[in-house]
């Protein structure tokens, strides 16, 4: 199997301007890397084929690697070759080389739903798409990638969300449902289609919810998504600059990346708090909030409702680790009977590069996870 | 030929037509003016001299087909003033809000929408026809729609209260809303039955709203009461006239209020420059004695004048919580800087 030779670019070296374009270190590798050494990736999620752990994250056509271990990876085929063509129709400005964010694998009847979003930074005209294989193994004959199109569009100016970073689950009454969202009102879930290629649109079923968000200035420019970051705005003309200096500086709307995981009677809300993609200087964080139910409310550690800021730190040492700075956009899985914390952290130094880290969680008496850093 | 002062009179304590009616919109036709108010499928009065009119009952007998795909059974309800509850069934005819009556290129259009009381679980249609006489052999009422809908927990926005308006080209817009985050506005096909694609939108007029409120909440006094938009172009300029819930000596009451922009895509200001967006709109009548409540208006022009039609709630001591409304038409007063006065004297 040849490993892709792929160009990437790094979101240092752009001064304050967030850059959620590829993210991965130069990948020009050996097949097998040296054990010690972690992969560059970003928004990773996992799923299990047979004997071979698959991980997906952001990439021009979705970057996927494999394992047998979960610490040896090899570069697999992306997903696509580049982005669907359908979707310079829905976003006009989106590059035939722009990459694919946030992908989301899951695994339900004998197929395998791969979520991908489309999107242009600062701004929300952006799209989630999904594509269908019946198998991860690209070595076998079912192997194929098929695109299914579009799940759910946001429209600027229409829509006070995201539509990036979906998450896909069932819940315990076997209904499906897709988790999103990025700044702006914050994470959304949504029925979907029992298909799981739509969402649900009989008005007698359809079920929308925000699930959590955190405080934004109601005044802000509905195109804003709270960081004052959008190229096509004219912030002298909108706001006066303390009011933009506060907005690029403050953690205003900044959650994203949700992920539902069920345990013990609960449903786990994850979620990424602050500012991914500035390398070193990047403050994300994973936070949780847990419900009876699907549709919330999720509340913290301290009964805080996450749809009003609420959140409990699961990654809570940051701040003593030597390696990294900070990290986040994370998935949960059990393997063997062990749940683990998948998610991308920051090298404190160097150019902080985003690599892959699997930590197993600690349940504490209460039922709250948690993960502590070793390095 | 209708002579603007015959509109302005009014007597002490009474609506020039004694009608009960709310959320006005007219037109005229050959001599015939056509009002259309909320109602069980949207009601309609008639006038031959804009004074005295009569009520000709409902414009549509069914409910329009696409509703039953586009909304669930339970849409459909009165306002909860008129005893609408989310609740229960709509019965017999939908109860239609707010339309909104245009002619363009030879056809008029009737935009309309249908709710429940509280909630924003909405969507706005129109209807077309030859003529709006209901002798005329080609009277003949045509369905479209639905052209926006809103979901709660989907949208910031409840999908009533509709106007067109046109941009200097001639490019259409639907602009709407009701308290959540205001009013918007979407550019529409040619044919102004469906958006346009690739959709474009904005929000032309907010008031403060807390950030925590539950989404399925729409809004008070004091979080986000702005509703009943109207577009009105004059002197190449475009003023957006909205109605604004706010609080007076510990009663809820309406107003009408009013910013003006050179663009129909805003930003609308007051006159002291406050963008729409952010809280602004300055005053246009903003009710009186007998009716401390004022609300929903669209702008027509009479005889060379221009008129605000609206809608006024009584409130009075002796009707205690009689919320029925009133249609009342006035003069517009234009100042010397192009502000637009009504008076209910």
């Known amino acids: ?375 | 030929m209708l002579v603007a002062a015959t509109l302005a009179v009014h007597a002490g304590g009474a609506s020039a037509q004694g009608v009960g009616g709310r959320d006005p919109s007219l037109i005229l036709q050959d001599g015939q003016w056509h009002m259309y108010c909320t109602g069980p499928g949207v009601q309609e009065f008639v006038s031959d001299d804009g004074t005295e009119y009569r009520a000709i009952g409902s414009v549509f007998d069914d409910a329009p087909e696409w509703l039953a795909t586009a909304l669930p059974p339970t849409a459909g309800q009165a306002p909860r003033s008129e005893g609408g509850s989310p609740d229960t069934q709509a019965g017999g005819a939908v109860h239609i809000w707010s339309p909104h009556v245009a002619r363009h290129d030879g056809t008029y259009y009737l935009f309309y929408s249908v709710s429940s009381p509280g909630g924003n679980e909405s969507a706005i249609g129109v209807a077309t026809n030859k003529t709006l006489k209901r002798d005329d052999d080609d009277y003949q009422w045509t369905h479209h729609g639905p052209i926006v809908t809103s979901i709660p927990g989907r949208d910031m926005y409840n999908a009533v209260d509709p106007c067109l308006a046109f941009d200097d080209d001639g490019a259409p817009m639907l602009v709407f809303g009701s308290f959540w985050s205001g009013v918007k506005q979407v550019r529409l096909h040619e044919d102004l039955t469906r958006v346009s694609r690739p959709e474009q939108w904005r929000t032309l007029a907010r008031r403060h709203r807390y950030w925590k409120l539950d989404e399925a909440y729409a809004g008070d006094w004091m979080n986000g009461a702005v509703e009943g938009p109207f577009v009105y172009g004059k002197d190449g300029r475009r003023y957006l006239f909205a109605t604004w819930k706010v609080s007076d000596r510990g009663r809820d009451r309406c107003a009408i209020v009013v910013g003006r922009s050179d663009d129909v895509r805003g930003p609308y200001r007051d006159r002291i420059g406050r963008d729409m967006r952010v809280g602004g709109g300055s005053n246009v009548v903003g009710g009186a004695a007998d009716w401390p409540s004022v609300g929903h208006c669209c702008v027509f022009t009479a005889g060379g004048r221009d008129m605000l039609a609206f809608h006024a709630i009584r409130n009075s001591v002796d009707n205690g919580n009689d919320q029925r409304a009133e249609l009342i038409v006035r003069p517009i007063e234009w100042d010397a800087s192009g502000w637009p006065t009504v008076s209910l004297e």
């Open chain 1, 1 to 375: 199997m040849t490993i892709r030779n792929v160009r990437a670019r790094q979101a240092l070296g752009l001064g304050r301007i967030l850059c959620v374009s590829v993210l991965l270190t130069c990948v020009a590798a050996p097949a097998a890397l040296a054990q010690a050494e972690l992969i560059g990736i970003h928004d990773p999620v996992m799923a299990k084929d047979g004997d071979t752990y698959y991980v997906f994250g952001t990439g021009r056509g979705v970057t996927v690697f494999s394992s047998q271990d979960r610490e040896n990876w090899e570069r697999e085929p992306s997903v696509f070759d580049g982005p669907p063509d359908w979707i310079r129709e829905v976003i006009p400005g989106f590059g035939r080389r722009g990459s694919l964010w946030a992908p989301d694998i899951y695994h339900h009847e004998e197929t395998y739903y791969l979520y991908y979003s489309a999107s242009q930074f600062g701004r929300n005209n952006s799209v989630i798409g999904v594509a269908t294989n019946a198998t991860l193994d690209s070595d076998s004959p079912d192997y194929r990638w098929v695109d299914r199109g579009m799940v759910v569009n946001s429209v600027a100016g229409r829509d006070m969300w995201n539509a990036i970073d979906a998450h896909v689950t069932h819940d315990a009454q076997g209904a499906p449902w897709m988790s999103f969202g990025s700044h702006w009102g914050g994470l959304k879930l949504v029925r979907l289609r029992d298909d799981l290629l739509g969402v649900e649109q009989d008005p007698a079923k359809r079920q929308w919810r925000t699930i959590a968000a955190r405080h934004r200035y109601w005044k802000l420019d509905e195109r804003d998504a709270g960081d004052s970051a959008n190229p096509e705005l004219d912030y002298d003309e909108l706001y006066a600059e303390p009011v933009t200096e506060l907005n690029r500086r403050s953690e205003s709307g900044a959650i994203e990346a949700p992920f539902i995981f069920r345990k013990n009677g609960y449903y786990y809300l994850f979620a990424s708090w602050d500012r991914c993609c500035r390398g070193a200087d990047s403050t994300y964080k994973v936070v949780v909030g847990r419900s009876e139910e699907i549709a919330g409310p999720y509340l913290d550690r301290a009964d805080q409702d996450l749809a009003w800021g609420g959140g409990t730190l699961v990654v809570a040492n940051f701040n003593e680790s030597e390696r990294w700075a900070a990290g986040g956009h994370n998935s949960v899985y059990t393997f063997d009977g062990k749940d683990y914390l998948v998610f991308h952290a920051y090298e404190a130094t160097g150019r902080g590069a985003s690599r892959l880290l699997i930590k197993e969680i600690d349940w504490d008496d209460q039922g709250w996870p948690t993960v502590t850093l070793s390095e």
